[in-house]
C-alpha cells in the first residue's frame, strides 16, 4: 500500500511539473517597459546603479553611455512572487542628460519624458538640482 501511495505521489507530481509554459506566465511586467519611443535611449548604454525613495515610493535605474546619462523612474510595487521584494509598477519619467565630453560635469541638454514617451521638459537651468542628483549617483560596484 505504501509503494502504491508513492507511485501515485510521483506520478501527480510529475504529471504537474511537465506543463507547457510556453504562454504567458504572468512573470513579465508589462507596465513597467519603456513606449516604443524611448527604447533607443537605453540601446548602447550599460547600467549604471539603481536608487529607491521610500518616502515617494519610486525606483530608478541609472544607465550611461556615449555621453549621456538616462534615468527611468518608476512606481514601485511588492513582488506577488517573492515575499518582501519590490518591482517596478509604472512608468514616472526617463531623464536624459547629455554632455558634449564623455565624464565631464558639463551638461549640455536635459529632457525629461513621461510614461507616454511625450518631451515634459528640455531645460538645462531650470533642472539644475535634477541635474546635480543625476550626476551624483555612485556607480555601483560588481565583484
Not at 504529471?15 to 504562454?23: E, M
Not at 550611461?64 to 519619467?93: C, H, I, R, Y
Request: hydrophobic share 40%; charged share 20%.
Amino acid at each position: 500500500m505504501k509503494r502504491f501511495i508513492i507511485s501515485v505521489a510521483t506520478c501527480v507530481l510529475a504529471l504537474n511539473a511537465c506543463r507547457d509554459n510556453t504562454g504567458k506566465t504572468g512573470f513579465i511586467n508589462e507596465r513597467a517597459a519603456l513606449p516604443e519611443s524611448l527604447k533607443s535611449l537605453t540601446v548602447n548604454q550599460k547600467f549604471t546603479t539603481s536608487a529607491m525613495n521610500k518616502t515617494a515610493g519610486t525606483m530608478s535605474v541609472l544607465y550611461a553611455g556615449k555621453g549621456n546619462l538616462t534615468l527611468v523612474t518608476w512606481k514601485k510595487k511588492g513582488d506577488e512572487n517573492w515575499f518582501g521584494a519590490n518591482v517596478p509598477d509604472s512608468l514616472l519619467t526617463v531623464e536624459v542628460l547629455h554632455s558634449p565630453y564623455p565624464g565631464s560635469a558639463h551638461v549640455e541638454l536635459y529632457n525629461c519624458f513621461d510614461h507616454n514617451g511625450q518631451l515634459m521638459k528640455q531645460d538645462s537651468l531650470a533642472e539644475i538640482t535634477r541635474i546635480g542628483y543625476i550626476s551624483s549617483l555612485k556607480p555601483s560596484i560588481f565583484p
